[in-house]
C-alpha cells in the first residue's frame, strides 16, 4: 500500500491541525488509517496495563505513533536511577496510556517541559555541547540526517524526525555503555512489544544495532518477530565494515533493514544507501 507524502501541514482525525517545522513534510492518511493505526495502539497499552511488570519494561518510546517509520535502537544512553531516568524511561508508558493527542504543533520549542511526543523540540542538527547550543546526541544526529535524505531535505538543520517516525529501545533499561547494560527487559519487551501488531504495523522498520535479536542457525527472531523474510545482505560504499540487511514481508508491504548501532563510526554513505532503499520501496510515495 502507498502511502502520499505532502509538503503542506494537514488535519488529524484526532487532533485537528498538526503543524510541521520547516523543512518538514507530512504525511496524510485516511480516517480508515488512522482509527487503525490508534485502534492498534490502544490494544497494545490495554495489554500493558494488564501486566504485572514494572513501568520501565513497558517503555514504548517516542514520536509520532501514528506515522509509518519505526526505529528501533539497542537502549537509551542514560543513567538509571537519574532524574532523566525517571522522566523519559518510567513516566513514559503512563504518557501514552492516558494520551490520545498526537498533535506536536502544539508543543512549545526549547521548553523545560519534557515531551514523550516530540522530546527536546527546538534541537538543531549538531552535537550538544551540554551548555546552551541545543544539539543533540550523536545518534540522533544520525537518526536526522538518515531521515533528511529519506525526504529529500539535506539542507535541513533542525532535528525534526519525531514528527514522522516513532523510536523505540530493544532493551528499556538505559545504560550508557552497552557491555555494562542490563538486558532483563528484553525477552518481555520481544515477546509482548515488538511482536504486537502495534509495532508490525509499520511498513517501514530501521534496527539500530543488530545484537540483540539472535539471528544464528535456524533461530531467527528478526524474521519471527517482525513477520519478515532475509532478502539480501549490501556493504554501504562497497566496504564490508557498513553492512545493511534487508528483509520483506511476503506481500511487500513491509521493508525491515538492520544495520549496526547508529551512534559512532556511521558514515553519510550508509545513511543515504538505508535512505535509497527506503525510497525506492515505493511504500512511501514522496512528492517532489
Same mark, same amino acid.
Given at each position: ?77 542514560? @543513567? %538509571?536511577?537519574?532524574?532523566? =531516568? ?6 513514559? /508508558? $503512563?504518557?501514552?496510556? !492516558?494520551? +490520545? ?35 543533540? @546526541? %550523536?545518534?540522533?544526529?544520525? =537518526? ?6 529519506? /525526504? $529529500?531535505?539535506?539542507? !535541513?538543520? +533542525? ?130
Amino acid at each position: 500500500m502507498w502511502t502520499k507524502w505532502i509538503y503542506r501541514p494537514t488535519f488529524s482525525l484526532y487532533c485537528g491541525y498538526t503543524g510541521v517545522t520547516k523543512n518538514s513534510q507530512k504525511i496524510h492518511k485516511t480516517n480508515q488509517e488512522l482509527k487503525m493505526k490508534e485502534k492498534l495502539f490502544r490494544e497494545l497499552l490495554n495489554e500493558l496495563n494488564n501486566k504485572n511488570k514494572n513501568d520501565e519494561y513497558k517503555y514504548i518510546g517516542t514520536g509520532n505513533p501514528m506515522s509509518d517509520i519505526l526505529i528501533i535502537g539497542k537502549e537509551t544512553a542514560v @543513567s %538509571v536511577n537519574s532524574e532523566q =531516568y525517571k522522566t523519559e524511561t518510567l513516566e513514559n /508508558f $503512563n504518557f501514552w496510556l !492516558n494520551n +490520545q493527542d498526537y498533535n506536536s504543533g502544539e508543543i512549545i520549542e526549547r521548553s523545560n517541559q519534557y515531551s514523550h511526543l516530540y522530546p527536546y523540540k527546538g534541537q538543531v542538527l549538531k552535537k550538544n555541547n551540554f551548555k546552551d547550543n541545543w544539539g543533540t @546526541s %550523536v545518534t540522533w544526529m544520525n =537518526y536526522q540526517k538518515l531521515y533528511n535524505y529519506i /525526504f $529529500n531535505t539535506p539542507q !535541513n538543520k +533542525q532535528i525534526n524526525f519525531h514528527e514522522n517516525s516513532f523510536i523505540t529501545e530493544v532493551n528499556s533499561t538505559p545504560s550508557k555503555k552497552t557491555i555494562d547494560a542490563d538486558t532483563s527487559s528484553i525477552d518481555f519487551r520481544k515477546e509482548n512489544l515488538l511482536n504486537s501488531e502495534f509495532f508490525n504495523s509499520f511498513s517501514i522498520v530501521i534496527i539500530s544495532g543488530v545484537g540483540y535479536f539472535d539471528t544464528t542457525g535456524n533461530n531467527n527472531e528478526i524474521e519471527d518477530i517482525f513477520k519478515v523474510k532475509f532478502s539480501e545482505i549490501k556493504n554501504a560504499g562497497n566496504k564490508p565494515k557498513q553492512p545493511y540487511w534487508l528483509h520483506w514481508n511476503n506481500e511487500k508491504t513491509k521493508l525491515l533493514i538492520n544495520t549496526y548501532q547508529l551512534s559512532i563510526g556511521v558514515s553519510d554513505v550508509l545513511l543515504q544507501e538505508i535512505a535509497t532503499e527506503i525510497r525506492n520501496s515505493n511504500l512511501i510515495k514522496l512528492v517532489e
